[in-house]
C-alpha cells in the first residue's frame, strides 16, 4: 500500500512497536495476527494521509464492468506488481485492501470513511485501471 520499499519498513516498525505498547489491548475476540494486521493497515493509512493523499469521493453511481476471464499458462508477475505501484494512490490501497489483505466493501468503507457503495465503485475503477496499464504488457501466456 505504501509503494516504497523503505518507508513500508518504516511503517511495519512503528506499527509493531504501537503494537508491543498497546499489547494489554489484546482481548483476544480475534486471532492475534488480525489484530496485528489492523494496526499495520491503520498506520499504513495514517502515513499515507500524512503525506495528503486524499481518499476522494466518488460518484455514487455503479458502473458495470465486465469480467474477461483469461486461460493462462503463465502470469508475468513482476509486470503485475510494477502495473499495481503505478496505480494512483487511493486505487492502490483499494486493491491491496480488497484482494491481497482480503477484507470484504463493507470493512474497506469502515476503515477509509467512504461509503460501501464508493468502496465497490472505487475497487472497480482500479481494476479497469489496473487492465489498462496491463493491456499492451504480454503477461499472460495463452494455452
Do not use: C
Request: glycine residues 4%; without cysteine.
Amino acid at each position: 500500500m505504501i509503494n516504497d520499499e523503505m518507508e513500508a519498513e518504516d511503517v511495519m516498525q512503528e506499527a509493531f512497536l504501537s503494537a508491543f505498547k498497546k499489547i494489554n489491548t489484546y482481548k483476544g475476540e480475534v486471532s492475534f495476527g488480525a489484530w496485528l494486521k489492523k494496526i499495520v493497515i491503520n498506520r499504513s493509512l495514517d502515513h499515507l494521509k500524512k503525506k495528503k493523499v486524499k481518499f476522494q469521493e466518488i460518484n455514487e453511481r455503479t458502473t458495470e464492468i465486465e469480467d474477461y476471464q483469461m486461460e493462462t499458462k503463465e502470469v508475468n508477475l513482476h509486470a503485475i506488481k510494477n502495473a499495481i505501484q503505478n496505480l494512483p494512490d487511493g486505487y492502490r490501497v483499494i486493491l491491496s485492501l480488497y484482494l491481497i489483505e482480503g477484507y470484504d466493501h463493507e470493512e474497506i468503507s469502515q476503515i477509509l470513511g467512504i461509503s460501501n457503495s464508493n468502496s465497490r465503485t472505487q475497487f472497480l475503477r482500479s481494476k479497469n485501471k489496473l487492465r489498462e496499464l496491463l493491456k499492451n504488457k504480454e503477461i499472460f501466456s495463452y494455452n
